[in-house]
């Protein structure tokens, strides 16, 4: 069983602070990394994806890196708002024969104002 | 962007009744569409892949005789929860890839609660 496993569960942050948290992934079978930011009652927004091991991404505050000979990810997020907080969840693109997604538990940010 | 238009938002029915979840590419086609249903604290688990005129693709341990899945057009797809019973409680979320990029969009995603 392939399974993608994110840390922090949860995390409460000060506003202005800089976070980050990890996707890790088995880097056997690996096509892609996908991140999305999850806001309660809405649908995910697509906010990066990777392919190749050293990829970096970045979207204003936030970027992610990746590394695919050891199996993670980073998100990170500089300088946290109140508005940033989300539910960030990772999945990873696998092949085997065929391609299937396999999602991560989510991180839940909260940002404190 | 591409949206996917997910109805009902929330639904609470009676064990043992049918309940329809929709989904909706508003602004492309899909001709795959993805259907998850995600428990509490666990991950969105891929139930079933749904192609457009013809038969769905379900995963293991998915009954198809249970969870009825129809994409009978590039921009509809259903997927209907028969003799729902509480154990089907959980969150529906479906999906269509995006033609302009890389990545997958979302649907909203059903809250169904069965009493």
Known sequence: ILNVEQSPQSLHVQEGDSTNFTCSFPSSNFYALHWYRWETAKSPEALFVMTLNGDEKKKGRISATLNTKEGYSYLYIKGSQPEDSATYLCSSLVTSGTYKYIFGTGTRLKVLA | ?115
């Open chain 2, 1 to 115: 962007g591409a949206v996917v238009s997910q109805h009902p938002s929330r639904v609470i029915c009676k064990s043992g009744t049918s309940v329809k979840i929709e989904c909706r590419s508003l602004d492309f086609q899909a001709t795959t569409m993805f259907w998850y249903r995600q428990f509490p604290k666990q991950s969105l688990m891929l139930m079933a892949t749904s192609n457009e005129g013809s038969k769905a693709t379900y995963e293991q341990g998915v009954e198809k005789d249970k969870f009825l899945i129809n994409h009978a057009s590039l921009t509809l797809s259903t997927l209907t929860v028969t003799s729902a019973h509480p154990e089907d409680s959980s969150f529906y979320i479906c999906s269509a890839r995006d033609p302009s990029d890389y990545g997958y969009t979302f649907g909203s995603g059903t809250r169904l609660t069965v009493v």
